[in-house]
């Protein structure tokens, strides 16, 4: 035949469209062409493909070659299509069968010699074939995804040839493996909550904020264990579900990342562009806020974040998304994080410190702190301050509460929030807070009399109810008590 159709995947945020790649051969001046809105990488896999298959030994029709990526509106690029036209040129000059092709989708860059190599976003590829109810045929170097993927939907290939032998029934392709270096949270050493000593309100408020999944503002001099507690977040959170670890590894794999099935922790430096942070990219890319999806994204030093950069997470905090528009695409990343940040109180960071004095005016500690606006601190759940040990108290404190103990009630209190509700606390919509933070009314007076005082927003009520809530489930109690929601408010300190 003259006219073959071979099936691949292009890559578009996080889905995997399907692409139809038609080889037609025709008489003519000998050329080799490729359309259907091709970018320049794609568009040197002319010289790939015809050296690919002359040095694996096949022949390179002597004709005209026009290739067809549909749908033609479609950005495509990387060296993804370069096995698909190779195999569509093979079907279109009968040096394979007509048919052998059909249950197959094809995606993975060739070498000069035939050779395949590896290309990034294979796991949304893998998917969106395997519910599609073919075999995704994709190079050696992607292998991991059976993790993931039904294995029986994956062949693992090292070259053009051994996909040839596949597709002509000459040899059989391995199927899908699971990943070599894949990391078991369960087993992973992961530093433990027990190494903090002292700064019990501290651990107080990083274990609520593991168990609704609130978001954290560690506020104290430099060396009193801002950091340390941050770091050790992930130790208290539970296992991920299934679901869970799709989501990450989907994300891993669009970025060229090894899988490692593991809750993220992200800390991008202070220096860190807006891009950087929520994505972006002629072809838009996850930032650090969705690569720390279902996990936690830790801003170290937030007042040193420029402040442009610092309100681009106002929106995900409250959606758990990243919409990132350009004049021919919409895309939509998954941003569901936890924020923990940590902050001096000063430029200097000994303001209100018992042990140095602060070096600041008065003045310089304003615009040190207003860097921070006012809404953004408003979606922060917990404000902690950490304040320096005494003298002889890191020495004479002995080993905290270790993470396992602590872990084993957040687990349970986040079972009760799922059961209530489906959702975490932190996520809790507003009809969902009126439904299950019913207050009694010395609660509604007392809080009442803290939105006067106060000068509470709607929002900053929200949140305080919900932190409550998750008081409560901590506590294993049904209502929400007045001493619950008084816990609560102490977390929201006044900076």
């Known amino acids: ?3 073959a159709t071979t099936l691949s995947r292009a890559r578009l945020g996080i889905s995997a469209p399907q692409v139809t790649v038609e080889v037609h051969l025709s008489g003519g001046l000998p050329c080799f062409q490729i359309v259907g809105l091709p970018e320049t990488s794609v568009r040197e896999s002319k010289d ?6 002359i040095n694996s030994g096949f022949d390179f029709p002597v004709s005209r070659i026009v290739v067809n990526l549909a749908p033609a509106d479609l950005p495509k690029e990387g060296g993804r299509f370069d096995l698909p036209i190779a195999i569509g040129i093979l079907l279109a000059s009968n040096q394979l069968p007509a048919k052998a092709a059909e249950a197959y989708e094809f995606i993975g860059e060739l070498g000069l010699s035939g050779e395949l190599r590896e290309i990034d976003a294979t796991l949304p590829a893998a998917r969106y074939c395997a519910e599609a109810k073919r075999i995704l045929v994709l190079p050696k170097a992607n292998s991991g995804m059976a993790t993931l993927v039904s294995p029986e939907s994956l062949r693992e290939a090292d070259s053009l040839l051994s996909v040839v032998a596949h597709l002509s029934g000459q040899s059989e392709l391995p199927l899908g493996r699971t990943h070599p270096h894949e990391i078991d949270e369960h087993q992973q050493a992961t530093p433990d909550l ?6 019990l309100l501290a651990r107080r408020a990083l274990e609520i904020a593991a168990a609704g999944g609130h978001s954290l503002l560690f506020c104290g001099p430099p060396g009193t264990g801002k950091s340390m507690l941050a770091s050790r977040l992930p130790s208290i959170l539970p296992p991920l579900t299934e679901s869970e670890k799709m989501d990450i590894a989907t994300l891993q794999s669009v970025v060229g990342k090894p899988i490692k099935l593991q809750r993220p922790f992200r800390s ?7 891009a950087a942070l929520v994505g972006g990219g002629s072809q838009p890319r996850p930032g650090e806020i969705s690569l720390a999806h279902r996990g936690v994204l830790f801003l170290d030093e937030l007042p040193e974040f420029p402040r442009r950069v610092l309100e681009v997470l106002r929106e995900p905090l409250e959606s758990g998304e990243v919409v990132i528009s350009r004049a021919s695409q919409q895309l939509t990343f998954p941003a569901r994080f936890q924020l923990i940040t940590a902050m001096n109180p000063c430029p200097c960071g000994y303001d209100g ?3 140095i004095s602060c070096r600041c005016t008065a003045a310089e500690i304003s615009r040190y702190r207003n860097r921070l606006s006012g809404p953004l601190l408003d979606r922060i759940d917990l404000r902690v301050t950490v304040p320096r040990l005494l003298p002889g108290e890191l020495q004479s404190t002995p080993p905290g509460e270790s993470s396992k103990s602590v872990k084993a009630r957040v687990i349970k209190a986040r079972q009760i929030q799922e059961r209530r509700q489906s959702d975490l606390n932190a996520f809790m919509p507003s009809n969902a807070v009126y439904r299950f933070c019913e207050l009694d009314q010395a609660s509604r007076a007392w809080l009442q009399q803290l939105e006067q005082d106060k000068h509470l927003s709607s929002r900053a009520q929200h949140r305080l109810i919900k932190t ?10 049904a209502d929400i008590l007045l001493t619950h929601l008084q816990e609560a408010a102490l977390y929201r300190g006044d900076f």
Request: glycine share 8%; aromatic share 0%; hydrophobic share 35%.
């Open 1 to 3: 035949m003259s006219l």
């Open 194 to 199: 027990r190494d903090v000593r002292g700064q």
């Open 268 to 274: 991008p430096h202070h220096t860190a562009s807006a």
């Open 48 to 53: 790939r493909v015809r050296s690919a298959l």
């Open 468 to 477: 409550a809530r998750t008081i409560a489930d901590l506590t294993g109690c």
């Open 353 to 355: 410190d018992q042990g």
